[in-house]
């Protein structure tokens, strides 16, 4: 998940206006000078941009951004202006003669840079979700000018010296929500270098815009290697043994692809995957799976290994100046697990059983595969899906085939509004052409409580797309905000599935219908945020809890109580027979050693990599993946569920040194929904209250171990998650069913 995608200004704690003179430093030559901000009247081009829909109130329905009037070239204004208004924002903060109070320095800071917020949210979430050659280019021109920014507030004396002395008298602030927003903010200062010298601020500002600039690229080029790829199914005999729901989509995404008629494979995960699952051409699924894991590989214009390497080096040295050991040490000392240690704790406890149970796995599916023919002495990662779906029909008589009919995308949304209703009483109206949206397959639903009072918008956007970065997120282009005027939250999902043609549903697996969940229980989130500070509003947590919501609401897709009312073929409306439910239900920790592997490695190298001060600059990044997953012993059949050259989850996003987040929130969500079984009912509503009130509606207002806790009754049980994934002595558990 992409979380956040509000402002990266307020997401890293409120770092807002750069000095005039470190922006017009950084501007390239066909950038808005920064004087010219000062007296807009003084630049034409200026002038004209004042029609830019960013600086007027919008007209759409609640206020919606104006996506039907947004056009690339309003970005750039916008961006500067929301600059300068900050600029005088915050020299009025820094510069006032009054001594410091929480509200005319904090609530000063948290009504600062409406503006910049406004175009932030839309404008990252455009360079993921829709991007083009125009918006690409701004992005690169942009990142640093904002990184430059961010550091000329966090590393502001003036500004800091405020904070210190509120921080240092906490205890007299009037709630606990102020007190804890006042530490969060002070150590963000910190974390950000306010206590350097001028030449370590300085070296941490020039990191910091590089960073930016090479996290740009990073992911500019894995979209466009991806994109590079198509693998068309030429003839019958490529097209052999695939179900009706595949080639129709494949011909959708031919037909995208401008190949009318073609029947495509691309490297959208609903699409290669289902292909390496399903097709009986070996030679094929060797390409396709190549095409797939490297991506960001192919020593070509588009390789990122230098790029990866030197982001690695530039993190280690910024840890350095701020006095951690490395990059891990500094980025956990602010999460719930504080140290590489207790990561390292975590995962490798779940490594060895989940190895044991890719080798068990390995020799069975050696055997079937024999008894089909297959001649090698060993399966190859391209033969691994194909060989644990045969394996899947035989041990459980389920195929995808059979399960797909009844996983439409418009069920599954109906299942996701109604789990969301009957726990928290929420309803769903959608909107369709009431609101802007920024691509045509976008849609809107109103929020409501049960009484009617709205609560937000919750855009969708479900379709792969070349203009699309692959992956599955949730952004938001307002968070729940009670000091500038009550503002509603607004937050999009947006996904990758493969597109069916006109006239017919999108069909999902039952892993797609979970991501949705998942980034549905990201978006309640957002939705659901309950506090009074924007700093503190939704998704703005810990990286190791914010998977903690979206991961737990996965649970209430495979209770029988919901696939009985709401997995229906799509055809006929008929619910799914007992029998192949029972199979499903049944089945549902098929394949787990090989999920859990794939996962864990990305983890463990992500943490390797991260926690080595002793990697030389323009180390072979390549080199260091292979060394790294020798040394856990990796087995040869499975690779990374995201290599190096494109896990934009730790080089274009914010999880680097914390993608063991997933796990450490399956922890929580393990135990967590186990709140809800031991009463009986899944939608027991004094859990439901808690389970708003302290984790979807808490927000970072309190300390998240504390949050689980009220939650909860208790910290959480560990062995949960090891029996959720079957991998407790041979054991599963399946949330009671």
Not at 612 to 633: H, I, Q, T
């Amino acid at each position: 998940m992409k979380s956040g995608g509000l402002s990266p200004i307020r997401e890293t704690l409120m770092k807002s206006v750069a000095l005039a003179a470190v922006c017009a430093a950084l501007l390239p030559t066909s950038f808005l000078p920064v004087a010219a901000l000062a007296n807009p009247t003084a630049n034409p081009d200026f002038v004209q941009s004042l029609s830019n829909p960013f600086f007027e109130p919008s007209t759409a329905r609640h206020g919606a951004p104006a996506f039907d009037r947004i056009k690339p070239e309003h970005f750039r204004p916008a961006f500067y202006e929301g600059m300068r208004q900050q600029k005088a924002e915050m020299n009025a903060i820094a510069n006032q003669k009054a001594a410091p109070t929480f509200d005319n320095t904090i609530l000063a800071m948290e009504r600062s840079g409406q503006l910049l917020d406004r175009v932030s949210a839309v404008f990252f979430n455009m360079t993921s979700a829709n991007s083009s050659p125009q918006i690409r280019t701004i992005q690169r021109e942009i990142g640093p000018v904002l990184a430059a920014h961010s550091d000329s507030i966090s590393l502001d004396p003036k500004l800091f010296a405020r904070v210190e002395a509120i921080y240092a008298k906490r205890a007299q602030l009037r709630t606990p929500e102020q007190r804890r927003l006042v530490e969060r903010v002070y150590r963000g200062f910190v974390r950000s270098g306010a206590r350097l010298d001028e030449a370590q601020k300085t070296r941490i500002g020039q990191i910091n815009q590089r960073l930016s600039s090479l996290s740009t690229d990073f992911s500019q080029k894995v979209l466009a290697d991806t994109n590079q790829f198509t693998l068309v199914l030429e003839t019958e005999a490529d097209r052999a043994g695939l179900p009706a729901f595949f080639l129709d989509a494949a011909l959708e995404a031919g037909r995208a692809r401008g190949m009318p008629g073609k029947h495509v494979v691309t490297l959208s995960r609903s699409s290669v995957e289902t292909f390496l699952q399903l097709s009986p051409n070996r030679a094929l699924r060797e390409q396709a799976w190549r095409g797939w894991i490297l991506r960001g590989d192919n020593n070509d214009g588009e390789d990122t290994k230098a790029i990866t390497s030197e982001i690695v080096s530039l993190r280690q040295e910024r840890a350095a100046i701020l006095g951690y050991a490395h990059h891990a040490a500094f980025t956990l000392d602010d999460t719930m697990a504080k140290t590489p240690d207790n990561v390292a704790k975590l995962l490798n406890g779940v490594w060895e059983p989940a190895k044991a149970a890719v080798e068990r796995d390995a020799r069975d599916y050696l055997a079937l595969a024999k008894s089909q023919g297959f001649a090698g002495d060993r399966l190859e990662p391209w033969d691994w899906r194909y060989y644990a779906e045969q394996m899947r029909r035989s041990r459980y008589s389920l195929n995808e085939d059979e399960v797909k009919p009844y996983f439409s995308l418009d069920a599954m949304l109906n299942a996701q509004f109604w789990v969301a209703n009957q726990l928290f009483g929420l309803t769903f109206k959608e909107i369709t052409g009431q609101v802007p949206v920024y691509h045509p397959d976008v849609r809107v639903w109103e929020v409501a409580e049960a009484d009617g009072r709205l609560i937000g918008l919750f855009y969708g956007d479900f379709f792969s797309r070349e203009s699309k970065q692959g992956g599955a997120w949730m952004s938001s282009y307002q968070i729940q905000d009670r000091v500038n005027g009550n503002q509603k939250p607004m937050v999009v999902n947006v996904l990758n599935y493969t597109k069916a043609p006109a006239g017919k549903p999108t069909l999902l697996s039952y892993d797609d219908a979970e991501t949705l969940f998942h980034e549905f229980g990201h978006g309640l989130h957002g939705l659901l945020s309950n506090v009074t500070y924007p700093s503190l509003a939704g998704t703005s947590v810990s990286r190791d809890f914010v998977e903690f919501p979206a991961q737990v609401y996965e649970h209430w897709l495979g209770q029988r109580q919901v696939l009985e009312k709401f997995a229906r073929h799509s055809e006929t409306g008929a619910a799914m027979p007992k029998d192949l439910l029972d199979k499903l239900m049944a089945a549902r920790n098929h394949d787990q050693g090989f999920a859990t592997v794939e996962f864990l490695a990305s983890a463990l190298v992500d943490m390797d990599v991260h926690s080595r001060p002793d990697l030389p600059r323009g180390f072979d990044m390549g080199a260091f993946e292979k060394e790294s997953l020798a040394r856990v012993g990796m087995p040869r059949e499975i690779v990374m569920r995201h290599r190096p050259t494109h896990f934009g989850h730790i080089f274009a996003g914010g999880y680097s040194a914390g993608y063991y987040s997933y796990m450490w929130s399956e922890v929580l969500d393990a135990d967590g929904f186990r709140a809800f079984t031991e009463t009986g009912n899944i939608f027991d509503k004094a859990t439901a209250q808690r389970l708003r009130t302290f984790v979807y509606g808490g927000g970072n207002s309190r300390d998240p171990a504390d949050a689980y806790r009220q939650f909860r009754g208790r910290d959480p049980d560990p062995k949960a998650l090891l029996e959720l994934r079957g991998l407790a002595d041979g054991t599963s558990q399946n949330d009671g069913l």
